[in-house]
């Protein structure tokens, strides 16, 4: 099945330092990814949509300059939390959402496989 | 008013019991998922589903768009079911969350 990895899986660092996240899709490629937070006892929120080879596109509400999005390729994205302070210490999570290919035509899908989470602590 | 509710927000069961978890959300959609979360916070996506009904082994989830309401049943259920249970509605891949369901089977 689809499988998409985070890497780290958890990360303690000290507030000011830049923390970098990735997120790959193992065994399909994806148009698109996204890019949650999760706070303690609370739902997922969406913080942006990253698009292979464009910007991404940030939530309303999220710094783009402290939470730098890339993707490089169709299968890895990565967070970077610049200048990290205690209140960044939160779970984030990645999604990706597979292409299908059928003849010479590509789609996207709703569908979304999930990651499983990178538990960040800013001290 | 969240766009997407879910109910109940807690529920305890004994093994075996048959249990339903809610949700309501006031959106159009193109889909709507059902998530696990674990204690350890990985997520898992159950089901992807746009009409009718889905099922697979003991879960099965249901919806109707008229109602804009979707449920998830699980029989049979077992302590390993506990776990966090979310609704999220898409609009072509951007999901909105609810704010989650902790169930515990207790044996």
């Known amino acids: 099945g689809a499988v998409v990895s985070q890497h780290p899986s958890w990360v303690i660092c000290k507030s000011g330092t830049s923390v970098k996240i990735e997120c790959r899709s193992l065994d399909f490629q994806a148009t698109t990814m996204f890019w949650y937070r999760q706070f303690p006892k609370q739902s997922l929120m969406l913080m942006a949509t990253s698009n292979e080879g464009s910007k991404a596109t940030y939530e309303q509400g999220v710094e783009k300059d402290k939470f730098l999005i890339n993707h490089a390729s169709l299968t890895l994205s990565t967070l970077t939390v610049t200048s990290a302070h205690p209140e960044d210490s939160s779970f984030y999570i990645c999604?990706?959402?597979?292409?299908?290919?059928?003849?010479?035509?590509?789609?996207?899908?709703?569908?979304?496989?999930f990651g499983p989470g990178t538990r960040l602590t800013v001290l | 008013k969240n766009e997407v509710e879910q109910s109940p927000q807690n529920l305890t069961a004994q093994e075996g019991e048959f249990i339903t978890i809610n949700c309501s959300y006031s959106v159009g959609i193109s889909a709507l998922h059902w998530l696990q979360q674990h204690p350890g916070g990985g997520i898992v996506s159950l089901f992807m589903?746009?009409?009718g009904k889905k099922k697979h082994g003991r879960l099965i989830a249901t919806i109707n768009i008229q109602e804009k309401h979707s449920s998830l049943h699980i029989t049979a259920s077992h302590p390993r079911d506990s776990a966090v249970y979310i609704c999220a509605v898409g609009f072509f891949s951007r999901l909105t969350f609810g704010e989650g369901t902790q169930l515990t089977v207790n044996p």
């Open positions: 999604s990706a959402r597979p292409i299908v290919a059928s003849g010479s035509r590509v789609f996207g899908t709703d569908t979304q496989y």
């Open positions: 589903l746009s009409s």
